[in-house]
């Protein structure tokens, strides 16, 4: 079977599978063919990265991680669904049933309905919308209603101030999200993510024409994963959490599996806006190298996935914790002002013939506002070397 052949084989099987249907029901039945792989795909993905994580994590810190279900406790996650599915679904007698019912569904939906314009390989997306990217960021939005669907209809003060502090985090970091994108539509010319793929498929020699490979593209693509870090509620800014005041958050009265729902919400969050950062800066499903176009589109994708979820995986092992106020302060003092530097740095960069001098005038158009922003906030503080020693 040629490269080719092996790279298209899902979508021969689908168009295969297609031709044994009645053709009035060929719609809803090619509809339900390009759904059902992504709905069984990114969970199992999910069980996956959550014994990985907490095996790195115990790697990271020094301890062990799950080592007791199955083989090397790769059989973690059904031990961990089991548990989810035959815990007791506790309701406080105050709560509003039907909204705390819906909310974890929502927040699953929401995460869900966003992979419907994911490019995962060549020719290989549910629907390629012409605004794909404003469909991406609509539909994301909806992830802050049920945040304050669970905290309101908890009617608990604990839920509801931890739903304000998400919504007030989710909301700040969303602004510096979506302009870290608009580089890439100005540079694109078009809000479709496979036309944005598309355009980062070609090669100077062996090098590819990803819009991360720019001054403009490689800050976008910095931007982009810290406030990704923060939408997904990710260490170090996991402060919905509270150990001290509010414990769990808008989702402390919530147990079994609608607990379970919350965690898969935020793991498939995590999955979408990794994809979406593939597809804007990091040429989606192509190569890295001309030369290694054979391998399928599709393993790319998910080769890249797994490296930005590592990558998660050790900013949450490594950082420590923020506090509300830095948190807040980073978005709007440092985020902002930056994101919006980036897009006028990215209008240069199209007006300037090519050569080094671009290259030079726009890298120094956004290091030297980032040197006295960062300078700034240092003023008045005292920074110490700290050396932590772990028992053996």
Same mark, same amino acid.
């Given at each position: 079977m040629s490269p080719a052949a092996v790279d298209q084989i899902f979508v021969t099987t689908k168009h295969w599978l297609l031709s044994y249907v009645p053709?009035?029901?060929?719609?809803?039945?090619?509809?339900v063919l390009s759904v059902v792989p992504v709905l069984l795909v990114f969970p199992l993905l999910f069980a996956i990265t959550t014994v990985l994580e907490r095996k790195g994590l115990g790697r990271i810190?020094?301890?062990?991680?799950?080592?007791?279900?199955?083989?090397?406790?790769?059989?973690?996650?059904?031990?961990?669904?089991?548990?989810?599915?035959?815990?007791?679904?506790?309701?406080?007698?105050?709560?509003?049933?039907?909204?705390?019912?819906?909310?974890?569904?929502v927040l699953v939906l929401a995460a869900f309905i966003a992979y419907a314009v994911m490019p995962i390989g060549r020719n290989m997306v549910i629907a390629n919308l012409d605004s794909g990217l404003l469909f991406f960021f609509a539909v994301g939005s909806m992830v802050e209603l049920a945040v304050f669907m669970a905290g309101w209809s908890s009617h608990s003060k604990y839920s509801l101030l931890g739903a304000m502090r998400a919504v007030a985090q989710m909301i700040s970091y969303e602004v510096p999200l979506v302009l870290a994108s608009v580089v890439v539509i100005m540079a694109a010319g078009s809000l479709s993510t496979v036309s944005i793929v598309q355009m980062q498929a070609g090669y100077t020699?062996?090098?590819?024409?990803?819009?991360?490979?720019?001054?403009?593209?490689?800050?976008?693509f910095v931007l982009f994963m810290i406030a990704a870090t923060a939408e997904a509620n990710r260490s170090p800014f996991d402060l919905p959490?509270?150990?001290?005041?509010?414990?769990?958050?808008?989702?402390?009265?919530y147990s079994g599996f609608k607990f379970a729902l919350f965690f898969l919400g935020e793991y498939l969050g995590m999955f979408a806006t990794s994809g979406l950062a593939i597809t804007l800066f990091l040429g989606g499903w192509s190569a890295p190298l001309s030369f290694l176009g054979?391998?399928?589109?599709?393993?790319?994708?998910?080769?890249?996935?797994?490296? /930005?979820?590592?990558?998660?995986?050790?900013?949450?092992?490594t950082f420590p914790r923020l506090r509300m106020d830095q948190l807040m302060g980073l978005a709007w003092k440092l985020m902002l002002p930056m994101t919006?530097?980036?897009?006028?740095?990215?209008?240069?960069?199209?007006?300037?013939?090519?050569?080094?001098?671009?290259? /030079?005038i726009c890298s120094l158009f956004?290091?030297?506002?980032?040197?006295?922003?960062?300078?700034?906030?240092?003023?008045?503080?005292?920074?110490?070397?700290?050396?932590?020693?772990?028992?053996e």
């Open positions: 053709g009035a029901w060929q719609p809803l039945t090619s509809a810190q020094n301890r062990y991680g799950p080592n007791r279900v199955g083989p090397f406790g790769f059989l973690q996650p059904m031990a961990d669904g089991i548990k989810s599915l035959t815990k007791e679904d506790v309701v406080p007698h105050e709560a509003d049933k039907i909204v705390h019912f819906l909310a974890p569904i020699w062996i090098w590819p024409h990803w819009y991360v490979f720019t001054p403009w593209g490689f800050a976008g959490e509270g150990e001290s005041e509010i414990i769990a958050g808008y989702y402390i009265e054979f391998i399928p589109s599709w393993i790319w994708f998910f080769g890249k996935l797994l490296v /930005l979820i590592a990558f998660f995986i050790w900013i949450r092992g919006l530097l980036n897009l006028l740095d990215a209008g240069i960069w199209h007006f300037l013939p090519a050569g080094i001098v671009r290259w /030079l956004l290091l030297i506002p980032f040197a006295l922003f960062t300078r700034g906030a240092q003023q008045g503080q005292v920074l110490q070397v700290r050396t932590y020693r772990f028992s």
